[in-house]
T-cell receptor, first 115, second 113 residues
Framework: DAGVIQSPRHEVTEMGQEVTLRCKPI?????LFWYRQTMMRGLELLIY????????DSGMPEDRFSAKMPNASFSTLKIQPSEPRDSAVYFC?????????????FGSGTQLSVL | GDSVTQMEGPVTLSEEAFLTINCTYT??????LFWYVQYPGEGLQLLLK?????DKGSNKGFEATYRKETTSFHLEKGSVQVSDSAVYFC????????????FGQGTELSVKP
């Protein structure tokens, strides 16, 4: 398996623009997580899905952020409009069953820079 | 709520030195505990885990013991290598959290030859 695939690897955009980050989880995994990593705040859980259904979005910073999972093999994280403080590395991760006992597999991340 | 606290980095060691990275947790339930490692430019990878008190997780020479009495899960390695340079994250996951994995801030380790 190719692992968790994220795109793009790098994204540079201007303030106010819409940004869409994409993730393809490992086939057969039923949990998908979106994390944001910054120097100041470390690794923050934004939202996670189970069987394509959002379970907990309490970590989503504000209404400018939205995430969807239309099917088991694809998820998007959208920021509209983007702001410079959204600059971070965004990771997608997936697992088979809950990560309480199972390994969480991470993608390589999307480095987002909002100018 | 549940949380994880790690020692601040960066930690700089010489090759073959002994490594300890401290991790303590706060949880209302009985969490599983993990150490994940992030190499430069990559996503996190599971290093080791322990699912109940007194369990010892080990992998690649690293080990950590689940200490319920001190709510700790310190990472240790007897002799570090340059290739161990990375950021190390302690994490917990509890059934009563619905499957979320909560991470500490991460500790950067730099090993010099």
């Amino acid at each position: 398996d190719a692992g968790v695939i994220q795109s793009p690897r790098h994204e540079v955009t201007e303030m106010g623009q819409e940004v869409t980050l994409r993730c393809k989880p490992i086939s057969g995994h039923d949990y998908l997580f979106w994390y944001r990593q910054t120097m100041m705040r470390g690794l923050e859980l934004l939202i996670y899905f189970n069987n394509n259904v959002p379970i907990d979005d309490s970590g989503m910073p504000e209404d400018r952020f939205s995430a969807k999972m239309p099917n088991a093999s694809f998820s998007t994280l959208k920021i509209q409009p983007s702001e410079p403080r959204d600059s971070a590395v965004y990771f997608c991760a997936s697992s088979f069953r809950q990560p309480t006992n199972e390994k969480l597999f991470f993608g390589s991340g999307t480095q987002l820079s909002v100018l | 709520g549940d949380s994880v606290t790690q020692m601040e980095g960066p930690v700089t060691l010489s090759e073959e030195a002994f490594l300890t990275i401290n991790c303590t947790y706060t949880a209302t339930g009985y969490p599983s505990l993990f150490w994940y490692v992030q190499y430069p430019g990559e996503g996190l990878q599971l290093l080791l885990k322990a699912t109940k008190a007194d369990d010892k997780g080990s992998n690649k020479g690293f080990e950590a013991t689940y200490r319920k009495e001190t709510t700790s899960f310190h990472l240790e390695k007897g002799s570090v290598q340059v290739s161990d340079s990375a950021v190390y994250f302690c994490a917990l996951s509890a059934d009563n959290q619905g499957g979320k994995l909560i991470f500490g801030q991460g500790t950067e380790l730099s090993v010099k030859p």
